[in-house]
Structure formats: structure tokens, C-alpha cells
């Protein structure tokens, strides 16, 4: 008699226990994910050239008239924003790359696969070096609005490929690839006829940094993300039943063309609006979705909010972790996610190698 068949087989009523307890534990998982953020985001606004406690932070955001005016001020007006655009910038873009990396069956996916951040570098460079902006623009936000027009179109011609008949899930990857380099190139011309001035300002912006954030981009950023965050949700089941193949999930009555339609127009505007913001920020798409992986599984109804903690975690640490590497320097948040990416992304080729 073999092994399977001397092990008793599940009754109904053990099974349904079972996935209950399952499910219990992965809304556990969701609860200190999100208790671990918020002491992360804690931490980020205590952090900093004047050293502020837990109890004052919480007490000038939530009690603001019990503490001091300079305290206020540097809670509210400076670090708070910053703190909070960390959240918003970590969360879209990890929810993005756990899109792309479900729709494209590629555990090296990413927002910026597609080119969308080379993209954006070009429309702000542009904005930079050449001050072109569209007409009624204000000059302020030439450069977030050049950045979104050229990251959102960088997809939108991804999305026309898609259309094309015969163009599969491995065209849009080189097609994408090959937008990155197109767009590297069309940069270093904007470098090369930069002026001194110019060309710091486009190398400061391409490094990433928080420092841009105002209330009013925290404002757009909140909304962009309430606005595509349900269509997300909506497509849950329809996500999870795309990991077991394109073929199972058209089984199931799903239209697997427009469902990577759609997936893809989120992606596009989660990654360009995050980008256009705060510049290029690395590895956040490619780690948070795979530690959310680890800790949940491939069931998008979990694995998607998780991917988003995991991202906003990871972002709020490493902004914390730029005020401190250097005392007294803040250095750009995209240089840290980079550090704290690329020893996960050589690993995970790694393991994707011993895999195959």
C-alpha cells in the first residue's frame, strides 16, 4: 500500500477548518504588517537633525496645541509629509509590481520594466534642461507633469503592442526593455546639453527624494490611489486564477486580454504618479511584492494589500534609514531602496536560475 493511500483523506467539515484557520492566520499577517507600518512611520518623523520622542510626534499630530510651536512646525509642516508620501509612494508602487509581476508571469517584474520610470526621466529632463511644459501648466509643476504625460505614454504604447496580433507576454517585456533604452538615451542627450545648474537638478531629481512633497501632491497622490485601489481589489479572483496559467483562467469564462488591458492601465498610473512626485525609487515594485509573496501566498485577496504594506514598510524604513546613514546629510530615499534592492534582486535571480 503505497504512502497516499494510507493517509486519511480530509473530511469536508476538517477541510473547511482548516482553510479557515488558514485565512484567520493571513488577516493575522495583514493586522501586524500594518501595526509594524505604523510604528515605521513613527519612527521616519522621529527621526532627524532635531530628535523628537514617540510621545511628542503623536501628541503634535493628534493633540497639536499641547506642544510647542517649533515642534508643531517641524512635525507638521516638514516631516509629516514626508513621512506620509513615503506611505503612498511604497504602497502604489509595490501594488504595481504585484500586477505586473501576476500578468506577466515574471518574478523580476516591476513598474520600471516597462520603462515607465526612464520615461518619466525624460519628460522631467525635459522640463529641466529645456523648461518645455504643456501650455496653462504653472512653470512649478512643469516637471511632475511632464514626468506623468511620459511615463503614462510609455504604457500606453505597451498597450497598443498589446493589441497587436501575436504580441504575447514575452513582447512586452523586450519592447519594454527596449523603451528603457531608448529613453537612457534621449537623457543623456538632455545631460550632455544641460547647463551646470540644470544638470544637477536633473541628477538630484533622478535619485529619488522626498523632499518634494507639499500637502497638495500627498492630496493627488491619496486620490489617485483611492481611485484605483477598488479596481484592484475587483480583480482579486481574477489575478489569482491568472497565476495558474492563461489557459486555466480562460477556462474559467476571464478574458485574459482585458484583464492585462486594465491591469496594465493601473500599473501605468500608480507607477507614473509616484514617479512623477518623488523621481525614480528603485526595487520598491520588485521587493514588497515578493516579501508579501512569502508571507501570504499567491491569493490576491491577501496578496495584494499585503504587497502594499510591505512596500509602504520598506519605504518608510529606508526613508528613516537616509537621515541616519550620514549624520546630518538626508540622502536621497532612491539611493537607499537601491541598496536595500539589489542584494534582494541578486538573490532572486539566484534562486529563479536554480529553479529552472
Known amino acids: 500500500m503505497s504512502v497516499l493511500e494510507q493517509r486519511p483523506a480530509l473530511a469536508p467539515a476538517d477541510a473547511e477548518t482548516a482553510y479557515h484557520g488558514k485565512i484567520r492566520l493571513k488577516i493575522m499577517m495583514l493586522i501586524g504588517l ?21 510621545a511628542e510626534v503623536l501628541a503634535a499630530i493628534f493633540q497639536p496645541e499641547s506642544v510647542s510651536r517649533g515642534t508643531r512646525a517641524i512635525v507638521v509642516d516638514v516631516r509629516l509629509p514626508y513621512s506620509l508620501m513615503a506611505l503612498l509612494v511604497g504602497a502604489s508602487l509595490s501594488l504595481a509590481g504585484a500586477e505586473m509581476q501576476t500578468i506577466l508571469d515574471n518574478p523580476l517584474a516591476s513598474p520600471f520594466t516597462l520603462g515607465v520610470s526612464s520615461a518619466a526621466s525624460f519628460g522631467a529632463a525635459l522640463a529641466i534642461v529645456l523648461q518645455l511644459g504643456i501650455p496653462g501648466v504653472p512653470p512649478e509643476w512643469f516637471i511632475p507633469v511632464n514626468a506623468f504625460i511620459f511615463a503614462f505614454g510609455s504604457v500606453l504604447l505597451l498597450q497598443a503592442l498589446s493589441g497587436l496580433r501575436g504580441a504575447g507576454v514575452e513582447t512586452l517585456v523586450l519592447f519594454g ?24 537638478q ?17 492630496q493627488i497622490m491619496a486620490l489617485v490611489m483611492v481611485c484605483v485601489v477598488p479596481f484592484s481589489m475587483a480583480a482579486c479572483w481574477k489575478l489569482t486564477a491568472l497565476r495558474l496559467g492563461e489557459d486555466r483562467a480562460r477556462s474559467f469564462g476571464i478574458d485574459v486580454t482585458r484583464l492585462r488591458f ?15 512626485f518623488v523621481g525614480t525609487i528603485g526595487f520598491i515594485g520588485l521587493v514588497g511584492p515578493h516579501i508579501a509573496r512569502l508571507l501570504v ?52 535571480i539566484f534562486t529563479t536560475k536554480g529553479k529552472a
Not at 177 to 184: M, Q, R, T
Open 34 to 54: 500594518a501595526v509594524a507600518l505604523c510604528a515605521a512611520a513613527v519612527i521616519d518623523i522621529c527621526v532627524g537633525s532635531s530628535g523628537l520622542s514617540p
Open 177 to 200: 526593455i527596449a523603451l528603457v533604452f531608448v529613453f537612457n538615451a534621449l537623457v543623456a542627450i538632455m545631460q550632455f546639453i544641460a547647463s551646470a545648474e540644470a544638470l544637477q
Open 202 to 218: 536633473l541628477v538630484f531629481w533622478s535619485m529619488g527624494s522626498l523632499t518634494r512633497s507639499t500637502w497638495t501632491k500627498l
Open 262 to 276: 486594465f491591469s496594465l492601465l493601473r500599473v501605468s498610473i500608480l507607477a507614473a504618479t509616484s514617479v512623477s
Open 297 to 348: 501566498g499567491e491569493d490576491h485577496r491577501f496578496f495584494l494589500p499585503a504587497s502594499m504594506l510591505c512596500g509602504a514598510l520598506v519605504m518608510a524604513l529606508a526613508s528613516a534609514s537616509s537621515k541616519i546613514i550620514v549624520p546630518g546629510v538626508l540622502i536621497p530615499v532612491g539611493i537607499v531602496t537601491s541598496l536595500i534592492g539589489v542584494p534582494f534582486f541578486l538573490a532572486l
